[in-house]
């Protein structure tokens, strides 16, 4: 099994902050990784997939990188309504999500 | 616009069966795999398995295989998820999602568009 393991697992910034969320695979995924945002009580959203694809109707701060086994997740300008749990997932081999990461305001 | 609608909130004991539900609107139902994903309390989400409606091609994670069943009815645009006996660590938010296949297995995909979860709690 290909296991995600996502750091930090919670990240406090103040808005207008440029954020960066790693997502590290146990084995190569190529680029076949996906990005998802989910606010409390909500379903998650797609945010990024195949690594740096960005989903129609996503704003442009988020941005994707990576290959292999190390990715990111950028946000350029931290905005008020980015406050959420972000998952990795890749999809190489079956599928598997990474923790999660909780960005906080600080 | 692409909708995934799932059944309502549910509470049940230990033992009980259960089938909830998830219609899609606004594509094709039949010709996109359909997945389900589970989120248990305070938790991180978990892929369970895929189903293509068009011939009930169905794909479980070895986490999950044996635990639940999926299916999905073309006809009326609908996937389920079943339990034939609850139990209480089956207490969780479950979410479909209909899944993008991946090019590199056939087995795997992202998801792009998400129901709105259908809340799940067993106890006695």
């Known amino acids: 099994d290909i296991q995600m393991t996502q750091s930090p697992s919670t990240l406090s910034a103040s808005v207008g902050d440029r954020v960066t969320i790693t997502c590290r695979a146990s084995q190569s995924i190529s680029s076949w990784l996906a990005w998802y945002q989910q606010k409390p009580g909500k379903a998650p959203k797609l945010l990024i997939y195949?690594?740096?694809s960005l989903e129609s109707g996503v704003p442009s701060r988020f941005s994707g990188s990576g290959s292999g086994t190390e990715f990111t997740l950028t946000i350029s300008s931290l905005q008020p309504d980015d406050f959420a749990t972000y998952y990795c997932q890749q999809y190489n081999s079956y599928l598997t999500f990474g923790g999660g990461t909780k960005v906080e305001i600080k | 616009e692409v909708q995934l609608v799932q059944s309502g909130t549910e509470v049940k004991k230990p033992g009980e069966s259960l089938k909830i539900s998830c219609e899609g609107s606004g594509y094709r139902f039949s010709n996109y795999w359909i997945g389900w994903v589970r989120q248990m309390p305070g938790k991180g989400l978990e892929w369970m398995g895929i189903?293509?409606?068009?011939?009930?091609?169905?794909r479980s994670s070895p986490s999950f295989q044996g635990q639940v069943t999926i299916s999905a009815d073309k006809s009326t645009s609908t996937a389920y998820l079943q339990w034939s006996s609850l139990k209480a660590s089956d207490t969780a938010m479950y979410y479909c999602?209909?899944?993008?296949?991946?090019?590199?297995?056939?087995?795997?995909?992202?998801?792009?568009?998400w129901g709105q979860g259908t809340l799940v709690t067993v106890s006695s």
């Open positions: 999602a209909r899944h993008i296949i991946s090019q590199a297995d056939a087995r795997a995909g992202y998801f792009d568009y």
């Open positions: 195949k690594a740096s």
């Open positions: 189903i293509y409606p068009a011939d009930s091609d169905t």
